[in-house]
């Protein structure tokens, strides 16, 4: 895992404006139904990643008008709550998760939240390049910090390890410092993995 000096990464150096994947209409990546955008490219390599093929800065396919008109036109369904930016680093790859944001917010206002995951803590991204700057504030719920495998933990709720945390981000950002989601609940009660038998 790597551990970055503020301002050590632009994503202008390592972007190269792919994503890995898109998918509508799902119910894992935050509250309600969503529609998440995976881009492509990380640098923290945390151990025990689960989507290694996904640090690759050119996984996937180019990003395109196409594919955003795809993603304004699925978020307008009235079922879907907002978006998602995953990755890889979404904060690396500011020029589309900023592209796709402007066009949400242009599009339907505050009426679709925006979630987004990062390595990044809240409080590296407040020492951050102005784009990774314009982005948090862009943003409505942050799961950040870096995936810690000796913290890792079945039974939290839309993240991996103990560190990591879901923050409000328009609260935090208007009182300096990080607040938890007011609706952040983990599972208080563990269960045996089931076994298949072959």
């Given amino acids: 895992m790597r551990n970055p000096q503020p301002k050590e990464w632009a994503a202008k150096d390592y972007s190269q404006n792919y994503i890995a994947d898109y998918k509508a209409f799902n119910f894992v990546d935050g509250e309600g139904v969503r529609n998440s955008l995976y881009v492509s490219g990380c640098l ?14 050119r996984y996937g396919t180019p990003y395109t008008k196409e594919l955003e008109e795809q993603i304004i036109a699925d ?43 990062s390595g990044y803590t809240f409080e590296e991204l407040l020492l951050e390049t102005e784009d990774k700057l314009e982005l948090l504030a862009s943003i409505d719920i942050l799961v950040d910090g870096r995936f810690e495998l000796n913290q890792k933990d079945l039974n ?20 300096g410092k990080a607040i938890i989601w007011e609706k952040c609940h983990d599972a208080d009660q563990k269960f045996e993995q089931i076994q298949k038998s072959i």
């Fill in 156 to 175: 939290l709720q839309f993240r991996g390890s103990r560190n990591q945390r879901i923050i409000d981000v328009k609260k935090s950002l208007a009182q």
């Fill in 75 to 117: 978020l307008a369904h009235p079922s879907v709550q907002g978006l998602t930016l995953l990755g890889g680093e979404p904060f690396l790859n500011t020029a589309v998760c900023l592209a796709v944001v402007k066009r949400v917010k242009e599009t339907f206002g505050n009426t679709k939240d925006i979630w987004s995951w």
């Fill in 44 to 57: 923290f390599a945390c151990e025990g990643c689960f989507n290694k093929a996904v640090q690759n800065f």
